[in-house]
């Protein structure tokens, strides 16, 4: 992490929508043209049991762009500092997270599924579990 993000760094991306009143709707992702960065890998979230929180997090380096594409969520960001809350609830925006916040899902509704794409690969190394090990990397 090259320097200190903060919650305010963390930006909502409305996704371009293409409205059917005969078919639905259709939203696009694409990398390095909806998001800022090249996608690397692509999972979801779903069948979270009432009052469980996913996430509990912070990345060094990978950047997440979260997107509900069913039901809804909430997102807390921690930044050592300073949170702030967002409500996930449209599948055409979707939440950017960069590195060095601390990240819970939290308050799913039934039904919810929460879509995540993230800039790199899996890496352990890249995961901060620890909320204390956060605050001091903050720190330094």
Not at 6 to 11: A, L, P, R
Not at 44 to 60: A, C, K, L, T
Not at 115 to 122: A, H, P
């Amino acid at each position: 992490m090259n320097k200190l993000t903060k919650v305010n760094d963390c930006k909502m991306i409305s996704l371009e929508k293409y409205p059917s009143e005969r078919l639905g709707n259709l939203s696009v992702v694409e990398s390095m043209n909806s998001l800022p960065f090249d996608i690397k890998r692509m999972f979801f979230i779903y069948d979270v049991p009432g009052g469980e929180s996913r996430g509990g997090h912070s990345h060094r380096e990978i950047r997440e762009f979260i997107v509900a594409a069913s039901g809804s969520f909430l997102i807390t960001l921690d930044d050592g500092v300073e949170t702030r809350t967002v409500m996930m609830n449209q599948p055409y925006n979707g939440l950017l997270v960069e590195p060095g916040i601390w990240i819970t899902l939290h308050d799913f509704s039934s039904g919810a599924i929460a879509l995540v794409f993230t800039s790199d690969l899996f890496n352990p190394d890249d995961h901060i579990k620890d909320y204390r090990v956060f605050l001091e990397s903050r720190n330094k």
